[in-house]
């Protein structure tokens, strides 16, 4: 019986992974394993997850790191971080891409070799892990990749525009695909894949007021699933978003690459913040992009299941809630992680195939726009986790567990609804 087959909830933690070390003018690497100071704390940190429960981890390679040019490996760190996680029996879900490219590859995803390249990457890191890493996720939050990378130009290589978009989509659509295909051929069936992409919803704030915002709208809604739609091989002429894509510059010879090397997942994995996923269309234009960014608007359990039940429908493969979390106080997180677990086991009590359940990040994060600040690591630290990160007098980022770690053990744990009457 394949993992996902399992008749239970997988609760998982995840590490945040995010690594972007280009840097300009203006402009900081961003790799939040250094900013959190994982790379010295990974093997406690690692144990954490196990301390709360968790039996799946969504954790990453930092490519940048372990390739540090053409045809050189580095594999001294990643070694004893496998080796780790085989320790603890955490079974972990690989990230393989978290959106940034090594150093050394010019033009970053729009380097015409981009997708071999990143394909030969992770079929050397199954070959190396083989028996110890099985379950991969090629590249994570695509659409959102490509929006940051090809359409805002907010992240290298900084195209724009409906071309940008879709240069960008062409490359990392064939990226995904050849990665799966890869390390197939090396590890065989007992490969796994789990797809995870970012939740894109939208509200109209005046339905039926303005045409042209209902069209956007429109758009928007079928372009939230335009990557996982084209590496399941399913945008043909008569997809929504043809017209589109055509104009932009995609070809028929893309079109056919697609469908001729279409891969398809075990598991889809969906990530969804109830105060970020939904956003709001009105009078008040805004581009959407991280510069300008359109209000959202908290959809709470209702957004959660609505995506978890789309994306099942759609794909027709198990669903897995790949990230989820609220930014704020521990009580406003309690209240989410109760809610949104509770939602996971309705939606399973009326036949939706939810697999799993992740909280993001394990511990703390720093916001992204760090990367165009200039202030300390600190200022920009979001409060997430299961443990804060508290810096000591020596500049230490101490692991300080908080009361949300008790309540995810307690799901995790004991699979059932949870009451301030339990005692546990």
Known sequence: MRWYEQDRIHFAVGVEDTFIPQA?????????????????????????????????????????????????????????AVARLVELEL???????????????????????YPELVAEYAATVADRYAGQLRIFTPLNEPLLNILYCGEFAYWPPYRKGSEGFVTLLRAISRGIA??????????????????????????????????????????????????????TGRVGDDHPLAGYLRDAGFTDADFAWAREHAVMPDVMGVNYYPALSTERLGADYHDGGPLDPRPRVNAWT??????????????????????????????????????????????????????????????????????????????????????????DDRGELRRVRNPVADRFRYHATFGTAFTPDHRH
Do not use: K
């Not at 250094?34 to 490519?63: C, F, K, N």
């Not at 490219?101 to 015409?112: V, Y």
């Not at 065989?188 to 789990?194: E, P």
């Open 24 to 80: 300009r003018p203006g402009e900081r690497p961003l790799d939040e394993y250094e900013l959190t100071q994982h790379y010295q704390h990974w093997h406690s940190d690692l144990a954490l997850a196990r301390e709360v429960g968790a039996t799946m981890i969504r954790w990453g390679i930092p490519w940048y790191r372990v390739n540090p040019a053409p045809g050189r490996w580095d594999w001294n760190w990643l070694d004893r």
């Open 91 to 113: 079974e972990p879900i690989v990230d393989l891409m978290h959106y940034g490219t090594p150093l050394w590859l010019e033009e970053q995803f729009a380097n015409r070799n």
């Open 178 to 231: 050849l990665t799966q295909r890869a390390v197939t051929d090396v590890l065989g069936a007992s490969a796994s894949f789990v797809h995870v992409e970012a939740s894109f919803r939208f509200v109209d704030e005046a339905p039926g007021e303005d045409p042209t915002r209902t069209q956007e709208i429109t758009h928007l809604r079928h372009r939230a699933y335009v990557v996982g739609d084209l590496i």
């Open 302 to 391: 209702d957004g959660l299941a609505d995506v978890l039940v789309a994306y099942a429908d759609r794909y027709r493969r198990p669903v897995f809630l790949t990230e989820t979390a609220w930014t704020g106080t521990v009580a406003e997180r309690l209240a989410w992680l109760d809610a949104s677990v509770a939602c996971v086991r309705a939606l399973r009590e009326r036949g939706v195939d939810v697999v799993g359940y992740t909280w993001w990040p394990l511990f703390d994060m720093v916001e992204w726009t760090y990367r165009h600040g200039t202030e300390p690591a600190e200022a920009y630290r979001l409060a997430m986790g299961l443990w804060d990160l508290v810096p």
